[in-house]
């Protein structure tokens, strides 16, 4: 089975379009499709000619469900069957509310990830995610608990924007021991007439080279009146040049699924640790044991000073136990290397000197690979990923 999320930040880009008619193309192939919507807009569910009345019908109930673990949920149950193959659980304004619920649980990302583990779904060969136009809590679950990212760019610069934020989240979940998906590129809308529409496939081709998708979306309008009679292009025109595109990517990634190998199960640490957190979920006596690990973990304080000095910037870190200690942030891409390796200078201390442009930076430190923020720096944010990074602005006297 794979794991397809659709996602962009960016609205216009033919984003919920491409996760409802390549889930249709998929199911007309014969393959069986289980689709989720998890954008609180709930676009595709009205796509398909649904309308969920009862948000715990919803896909809300699916995040709900690791929020409180006294709530159990049946996924099957929330499942509307469309076609003979096609699956779907629809989606419910009430979603929007689940950021703020997941913004204070302990690793918020894994909540559609400790879903899907705890079902048994091998009947389905495609599992077809649409992610709401943001990077928030809601999209980082579909992000990790995906084997493939399809990212859709319609023909502007605009839609170019969230594909390096994209590119950075996975590239930070990686570096935390998780494990990154394949993605790809789709061009959508696209006119065939437009010089401009050329020169930007060019352009994309340069950029992405073989994670550009060959199938391209043209810009048709059998699309939108497909979505407003609640069907799939291939029910309604199967056709129109909308039903064949689509039907040439769903072919298309058919042969990549393949040679990924994605047909079979794929063992990870990410994979790992979510059946850790299935398990600890049905289980109250391992969340006990959790807890209690937790807090001898973090019996050994951690302190940070920063002191700037015209572009040098020293951090100081004192760590008593600690083995290895690395500096990562927005000031060197989140890398360890032997650069953002920390100096031992004491028994408990740890220092480090960087020379920083002027300017804001994110950063955190890896103490002997975990990730933990300044306790001592009041000044931080959210991470996008269940943590917070700390802040620190670079200004020269």
């Given at each position: 089975m794979e794991i397809i999320s659709v996602a962009n930040q960016k609205g216009g880009c033919g984003k919920t379009i491409t996760a409802v008619n390549l889930a249709g193309a998929l199911a007309h192939a014969g393959k069986k499709v289980l689709f989720i919507d998890l954008d609180p807009q709930a676009h595709a569910t009205a796509a398909f000619g649904m309308k969920i009345a009862e948000v715990t019908n919803s896909t809300y109930a699916l995040l709900e469900s690791f929020v409180n673990t006294n709530l159990v949920i049946s996924m099957?149950?929330?499942?509307y069957q469309k076609t003979e193959n096609l699956w779907v659980i629809g989606s419910h304004i009430s979603l929007s509310t689940m950021e703020q619920k997941l913004a204070?649980?302990?690793?918020a990302i894994l909540g559609l990830s400790t879903a899907l583990l705890g079902e048994d779904l091998s009947k389905?060969?495609?599992v077809i995610i649409d992610t709401p136009p943001n990077l928030g809590f809601v999209t980082l679950n579909?992000?990790?608990a995906s084997h493939r990212i399809l990212v859709p760019l319609d023909v502007s610069i605009f839609s170019l924007n969230g594909v390096s934020q994209i590119e950075n989240i996975l590239a930070l979940s990686k570096s935390m021991g998780f494990e990154k998906p394949l993605v790809n590129f789709l061009l959508t809308i696209f006119d065939c007439r437009s010089n401009f529409a050329t020169a930007f496939l060019e352009t994309a081709r340069a950029s992405f080279g073989e994670r550009l998708m060959k199938t391209v979306i043209r810009s048709n309008v059998k699309l939108r009146e497909a979505a407003m009679a609640g069907k799939t292009v291939d029910a309604f025109d199967p056709y129109s040049n909308g039903s064949k595109d689509y039907q040439s990517l769903a072919s298309e990634l058919l042969a990549k699924t393949q040679e990924a190998g994605?047909?079979?199960?794929?063992?990870?640490?990410a994979q790992q640790l979510r059946k850790e957190m299935v398990s600890v979920k049905n289980d109250t006596v391992q969340q006990a044991e959790l807890k209690a690990e937790d807090a001898a973990v973090n019996t050994d304080p951690?302190?940070?000073t920063a002191k700037e000095t015209d572009v040098d910037t020293f951090f100081k870190l004192v760590a008593p136990h600690?083995?290895?200690?690395?500096?990562?942030?927005?000031?060197?891409?989140?890398?360890?290397?032997?650069?953002?390796?920390?100096?031992k200078l004491t028994d408990e201390t740890w220092i480090k000197r960087l020379s920083l442009k002027e300017g804001n930076y994110k950063y955190k430190f890896v103490v002997d690979g975990r990730w933990v923020e300044d306790p001592?720096?009041?000044s931080a944010e959210t991470d996008g990923l269940g943590g917070r990074n700390s802040l620190v602005t670079i200004r020269q006297e």
């Open positions: 099957e149950k929330l499942m204070n649980v302990k690793g389905f060969d495609y579909a992000l990790h994605h047909m079979t199960t794929r063992t990870s640490a951690v302190v940070l600690a083995k290895e200690v690395y500096i990562v942030g927005s000031f060197n891409q989140w890398s360890m290397n032997k650069d953002s390796l920390m100096k001592a720096n009041a």
